[in-house]
T-cell receptor, first 113, second 114 residues
Framework: AQSVTQLGSHVSVSEGALVLLRCNYS??????LFWYVQYPNQGLQLLLK??????LVKGINGFEAEFKKSETSFHLTKPSAHMSDAAEYFC???????????FGKGTRLSVIA | DGGITQSPKYLFRKEGQNVTLSCEQN?????MYWYRQDPGQGLRLIYY???????QKGDIAEGYSVSREKKESFPLTVTSAQKNPTAFYLC?????????????FGSGTQLSVL
């Protein structure tokens, strides 16, 4: 079975500070990993995804994530937070194309001016 | 433009009433999904469909029903058996059997109980 754990339901950072959102996964086979962002009362948008190949993945809006198999982690980072980054972020995992995507419980990011 | 359309944006249900949430896509995707979102609970899968006239239960299917008569449409009915229906409902679609393909999401329907 596959599952995702996001550490911290709410993270607060100052504008310009490093953003670090944590995600650990459980999967019996090499996983496909995703980060999505959700702004209030909207659907989810893809930030980035890891499939195979390079373990450091770059996404939109300056975000990136590193796949670490030994730690079963896929943490999301951004060097400098902007006010517009305030949103909810979801990590998700899929084992194969024949299984639905499984989401973590989400982390709400607040950015303080 | 291609995308997913959910309607209505807001919906109110009376006690004992069934209500239906609409989801339409013009992306030519085989797979469609319904997720329920509650604060602090993330997205939980209700039903999904890989192909027309076929669908599977997700983790929280009780009190819900779906149909997939057309490739473009995947309506969700919240029945009176669902005792706690207040939530934000998200519909999504994707190609099937392509594991690295992202999900495309609609903008959601907020369901509340009167």
């Amino acid at each position: 079975a596959q599952s995702v754990t996001q550490l911290g339901s709410h993270v607060s950072v100052s504008e310009g500070a490093l953003v670090l959102l944590r995600c650990n996964y459980s999967s019996s086979v090499p996983p496909y990993l995703f980060w999505y962002v959700q702004y209030p009362n909207q659907g989810l948008q893809l930030l980035l995804k890891y499939t195979t190949g390079a373990t450091l993945v770059k996404g939109i809006n300056g975000f990136e994530a590193e796949f670490k198999k030994s730690e079963t982690s896929f943490h999301l980072t951004k060097p400098s937070a902007h006010m517009s980054d305030a949103a909810e972020y979801f990590c998700a995992v899929r084992n194969s194309g024949n299984t639905p995507l499984v989401f973590g419980k989400g982390t709400r990011l607040s950015v303080i001016a | 433009d291609g995308g997913i359309t959910q309607s209505p944006k807001y919906l109110f249900r009376k006690e004992g009433q069934n209500v239906t949430l609409s989801c339409e896509q013009n992306l030519n995707h085989d797979a469609m999904y319904w997720y329920r979102q509650d604060p602090g609970q993330g997205l939980r899968l209700i039903y999904y469909s890989q192909i027309v006239n076929d669908f599977q239960k997700g983790d929280i299917a009780e009190g819900y029903s779906v149909s997939r008569e057309k490739k473009e449409s995947f309506p969700l009915t919240v029945t009176s058996a669902q005792k706690n229906p207040t939530a934000f409902y998200l519909c999504a679609s994707s190609p099937w059997a392509v594991p690295n393909e992202k999900l495309f999401f609609g903008s959601g329907t907020q369901l509340s109980v009167l």
